[in-house]
């Protein structure tokens, strides 16, 4: 293989599985834009990762991930993991978007590999968090958009194992409409930059690098990509009736006014159960590896996107 040409790692079953089918099509707009590539197919959970972090430890100079929000993650985290000046571009084929919306990529091909060849690179902040992994042990993982949980980890969970033939944004919705009524409200105990913890009672807490996650829901929608903060988003206690009514805010971008909606920033935030046999879900760039108990951290221009 040669490091010095663009790598392209597609995720064939993004796009709701049209991603394989249409890949010779796309091979040739990546072709036209980008000159000679090199393409490699993540094949199971990981795959990304593991290719990507192989490639910027060799030197790849650039590599494109070829797929949805985690297919995205999965690379940024083999990047990140390397700890090279491997730059990342993007080429959307999923179905959520978040990330791609938040950069102003289009959706089609051809425009976002106009970008790729003529777009700037630039340095934004990602997160780390460590955390129990769905095996029970300790694991840890890095983060580009955003990082939750509570409610949204289990409306995740359920969009995952769902078709999403209707989109991202509709997949998202049904998901949190299905969850809404059966969701306790879990107790944690949440601290902010070493502070001492305090005891709450929650929806869903969010660490936002970016302002939008499941979708398109704006969850912070000031949240800046290279400010070196994360905003903290605790969404508290709400009445099941209280969240139905409120939940179209999350798409216009008003759910921060609501009484039981607070925004903080910070650099390095815990969390854990009070009561510690209690599964609280996360949920990492639209993925759910694990659980709480977690500690989450900012890490300032750590990565390179090209866009």
Avoid at 93 to 115: M, V
Wanted: charged letters at 25%; a positive charge.
């Amino acid at each position: 293989m040669n490091a010095d040409l663009p790598l392209v790692i597609v995720n064939p079953t993004s796009g709701r599985g049209t991603s394989e089918q249409t890949w010779a099509s796309v091979a040739g707009d990546v072709r036209t834009y980008l000159g000679p590539f090199e393409c490699e197919f993540t094949r199971e959970k990981g795959d990304g990762i593991r290719i990507a972090e192989t490639e910027a430890k060799r030197g790849r100079k650039l590599i494109v991930a070829a797929g949805g929000d985690g297919t995205i993650s999965e690379v940024a985290n083999g990047i990140l993991s390397a700890g090279t000046d491997t730059e990342l571009g993007i080429l959307p084929r999923g179905t959520g978007g978040d990330f791609r919306r938040t950069l102003g990529i289009p959706q089609n091909a051809a425009g976002a590999l106009l970008r790729i060849r003529d777009g700037v690179s630039k340095r934004m902040d990602a997160g780390r968090i460590a955390h129990i992994g769905l095996d029970g042990k300790e694991t840890s993982r890095f983060f580009i958009n955003t990082a939750s949980f509570g409610m949204s980890g289990k409306v995740a969970s359920k969009a995952n194992l769902s078709s999403k033939r209707w989109g991202g944004t509709m997949t998202y919705f049904a998901a949190t409409l299905k969850t809404i009524f059966s969701y306790d409200h879990p107790e944690i105990m949440l601290s902010l930059d070493e502070q001492p913890g305090v005891r709450l009672k929650i929806v869903t807490v969010c660490l936002a690098n970016g302002p939008s996650f499941g979708g398109g829901m704006k969850i912070s929608p000031d949240a800046k990509l290279n400010d070196g903060l994360l905003d903290v988003v605790i969404i508290g206690h709400m009445k099941t009736m209280s969240m139905m009514l409120n939940s179209h805010k999350l798409y216009t971008g008003s759910f921060l006014s609501l009484d039981k909606v607070k925004l903080v920033r910070a650099k390095k935030v815990s969390a854990k159960p009070v009561n510690g046999s209690a599964e609280i879900l996360l949920e990492v760039d639209g993925e759910t590896p694990g659980k709480l108990p977690a500690s989450f951290e900012v890490l300032p221009l750590a990565i390179k996107i090209r866009c």
